[in-house]
């Protein structure tokens, strides 16, 4: 059974930085991209980064781009967001993602609150 635990998240002055990590497990994490999404509030649900499998490659939201920082440790089956200089528009839920086979799988989100 595919799980994706979030954690990492909190509150955090503008400015500031966190570490979002995303435990997987149920399937073989190294062979399937990942991505983190966020759900700001009143808005749809946006890509925020994605990673291969491989971590040879990576894509980010316009709006993140120099700031957050994707990877993941496929010995650990983890996947992580490294997130600097916040600003208070990144406050949202932040969820990890996989598709395995013909299935989407979505953890069950962590908040990051960015308010001074």
């Known amino acids: 059974q595919v799980r994706l635990v979030e954690s990492g998240g909190g509150l955090v002055q503008p400015g500031g930085s966190l570490i979002l990590s995303c435990a997987a497990s149920?399937?073989?994490?190294?062979?399937?991209?990942m991505s983190w999404y966020r759900q700001r509030p009143g808005k749809e649900r946006e890509l925020v980064a994605g990673?291969?499998?491989?971590?040879?490659?990576?894509n980010y939201a316009d709006s993140v781009k120099g700031r957050f920082t994707i990877s993941r440790d496929n010995d650990k089956n983890t996947m992580y967001l490294q997130m600097n200089s916040l600003k208070p528009e990144d406050t949202a839920v932040y969820y990890c993602?996989?598709?395995?086979?013909?299935?989407?799988?979505w953890g069950q989100g962590t908040q990051v609150t960015v308010s001074s």
């Open positions: 993602n996989v598709q395995w086979r013909v299935t989407t799988y």
């Open positions: 149920g399937f073989t994490f190294s062979g399937y991209p």
């Open positions: 990673i291969s499998g491989g971590r040879v490659s990576t």
